[in-house]
Nanobody, 120 residues
Framework: QVQLVESGGGLVPPGGSLKLSCTAS????????MGWYRQAPGQQRELVAT???????NYADSVKGRFTISRDSGKKTVYLQMTSLKPEDTAVYYC??????????????WGQGTQVTVSS
């Protein structure tokens, strides 16, 4: 059974930094595209950042230049370094693992989420 376990959330003042981690119990972690999503109260879950198995990254416009996604296949872990945090970054952050095989089987896994609160 695949599990994604996030850590690193917490309370931080505006302008502060946090680093989220997500460790996956996936036997072939390196072939998955990984991502971070977030959901604020009363809002839909939205994409924050993704990193492909090849290392290509994509960011939501709202976090470009402030957040950095990275991965360590040896540790089966994906990271989200967040800097210059704003109150509007407050949300539950979810880790995602996604794979579409050559025969079009799709696998999509989610972590349980970690709370990030930006407040003075």
């Amino acid at each position: 059974q695949v599990q994604l376990v996030e850590s690193g959330g917490g309370l931080v003042p505006p302008g502060g930094s946090l680093k989220l981690s997500c460790t996956a119990s996936i036997s072939v972690f390196s072939i998955y595209d990984m991502g971070w999503y977030r959901q604020a109260p009363g809002q839909q879950r939205e994409l924050v950042a993704t990193i492909t198995r090849g290392g290509s990254t994509n960011y939501a416009d709202s976090v470009k230049g402030r957040f950095t996604i990275s991965r360590d296949s040896g540790k089966k872990t994906v990271y989200l370094q967040m800097t210059s945090l704003k109150p509007e970054d407050t949300a539950v952050y979810y880790c995602n693992a996604h794979l579409v095989t050559v025969i079009a089987n799709e696998y999509n896994y989610w972590g349980q989420g970690t709370q990030v609160t930006v407040s003075s």
